[in-house]
């Protein structure tokens, strides 16, 4: 594949797209005015109408997604009103009994095919933020970011009521002011929509809304309708919210013959100052990891692996603090960097449309992501300070935002760090979505070499053309990046074009980069064809990209084409097929030939059954050798999910991985869900590493009444095998913990 021709391709996708631009009105949105109530309602999840009488009705709810602008086929009802202290929604789902499905099951935990309901809410008016808030028919929470894409990791205080009824199931929702953000107007405009997911038989999910929503709209937000009229309470403002915890636990290494023993007392404190303002401060937080990690395997990768953040201080208000996170390719602060706070502050608010944000935290255990061209690592630098400023302020509409950020390290002992940042997001029509950004940093090193990792001889290598070493020998690197993204998306069509640069001295003090030294262009065209007189076949996807990629010193670091499709079926099944070609320069030595072929199947045998399969056959390099070499390589996913009751399922998925005369593997991960009601839950998880010769059980009993108040009981067992899964088994590990929080 000639270089030449890659630049060819590259100028046709953006020849035939940019030319066909297609504009959405959305300036007629339906509006929903509100009845303010002088007293609360009957909470008891029966929609008494006398009781909701001077409530508009919300209905004639429409398709969206793959059934867009198709009728709704199952009637809704959606009620709001409020008072001095509360917002009151209630909602009326009608289905016949046999046709529900639902799971007893904890918050943000639901079947895909679980029947919910739930209400969007952007309280600013200006697409910064919008709430998602909603229940499932079996009663369990589930809340979240509903800007682009939903993100659950948000939670909120709220309390929920379901009735079944034979035709119908019926919902109210009790949502405290308090738990909101919004404006200090007296009178204000929010965004809201309701919305709906359910499944009829051997069918997709079905989402509806009470707007119409169009696909291909950048901005999901901009898509709601009005909430006009509404007189919120001036101050949102409450007493402090107090969450102390107490972790207790008992930790045994067979290996070493030892034990330990540890009692926590921590407090989480949460000061709404108004309903703009909000203040967050984690005392000896406790930031273990409840939910453990899921096992990957690192045998032949070069770079750092990223684990998603689990720990609500600091999921909590992410939204703010992304930067260009959607689209622009880079990361300036990844959480999970400040690795264990013995104090953290949070504070976050607004002035008009500019958002702010702060973040402190006194780390005792500093981990720092080092990036090189092809290689990455994590070194643990002891005790260290982290302070994170950001600013974003919204304009253009749309959506549009520009934002900057100011993140500082301060190692006790190896240096200090600092990356500043703007960013810039602008949506020119409803279909395109622009992005720049432009950051630099300094690293100021010491020269203490206990941080140096001991598996890496960085005192030998020098990168930059000589001008750094990879040692920590009191060196000044300083570096920047750029980045550039353009999105043309609609329901039909979808096209991308992505620069990168990142120079050799570039690092982030708190965020998540695996390689700098690199210049990467990426281009992608996709199409959707739907099908809707089909009785077996709703659409197809078609997609093809391309990746060109140097390093600072002009070298051609990789080359790469690839094609995909996939289909989605009526009866919920899916079917996937990917091929990719690529070159690459890895170490100095060339690879030609490489390649990918996937094939994937999604079968949902019934309405408790599903399988997925998937199938992998490539030429690969191993990285992790003297002199890398290609192999072929073989990976074969299978996963099964079994729905055993409305409050059990199961769920194991068994990954088996091949190459060639380098290694092979197995990857198992099961897990075995029991819940009571919605509050109280058992699950049990289980992993195995054929890489690490491992087995990891972790059985945990959660009483949650609400978003922060919780009871955890679990054990966690570590166990090694002498070869393969089936062989004997020595305890290696075992911690039995208890944890408990309560919101005061």
Known sequence: MRINMKKQFIIYLLLTTLFSQSYKDLSERPVYKPVKISSSITFDGKVDLEEWSN????TNFIGSGTFQGEDALLKTEARLMYDDTNLYISFKAFVDRDELRYSITKRDNLDDKDDRVWINIDAFDDESLTYGIGVSAGGAQIDGRATYGFDQSLDLVYDTKVQIFDNRYEVEMIIPFSSLRYSLAPIQTWRIDFGRGFTLSDELTRYVYWTSRLGGIACQTCQLGFLENIEPPKQARGDIEYIPSIVA?????????????TDEASLFMKYPISSVDLLEIALNPDFSQIESDDIKNDVNTVNALYFEEKRPFFSQGAELFQFSAQRGYINLFYSRTINDPSIAAKYTGKIGKTSYGVISARDESSLLLL??????TVVSMGKSTSNIIRAKRMIGGNG???GAILTNRVFDDAGDMTTGGLDFHYHPGNNYHITLHATASIHNESDNYEYVDEAYDFTQLFFDNGRYTKAFDGEKITGNALGFSLNKRTRTDNF??????RSPGFRTSNGFERNNATKWLKASRGKTVFYENNPKLLKTDYNISTIYKTNYSGLVKKQELSFSTSSDLRNGDFFKVSAEFEKENFRGYQFDNLYEFEVGYRNQ????FMHYSELQSREIIIRNLDVPENSNYYQVKNYVEYKISDKSNFG??????????????????????NSFNSKLTMRTKIQYSDFSNTWFFEPMITYQPNAFSALYFGINDLLETEDNMFSSLTESKRQLFIKFQYLL
């Open 400 to 402: 549009g935002s520009i």
């Open 605 to 608: 045998i019934n309405s408790k």
């Open 496 to 501: 991308g074009v992505v620069l990168r640069l």
């Open 249 to 261: 636990g008992v930790s045994e290494d067979f290996t070493t013959n030892t034990s330990s023993s």
């Open 652 to 673: 194991i998925g068994i990954s088996y991985e091949k190459a060639e005369d380098n290694y092979d593997g197995i990857l198992l991960r099961a897990s075995i869900n």
């Open 55 to 58: 409530a508009q009705v919300a």
């Open 371 to 376: 990036p090189f061209e092809e290689t990455s």
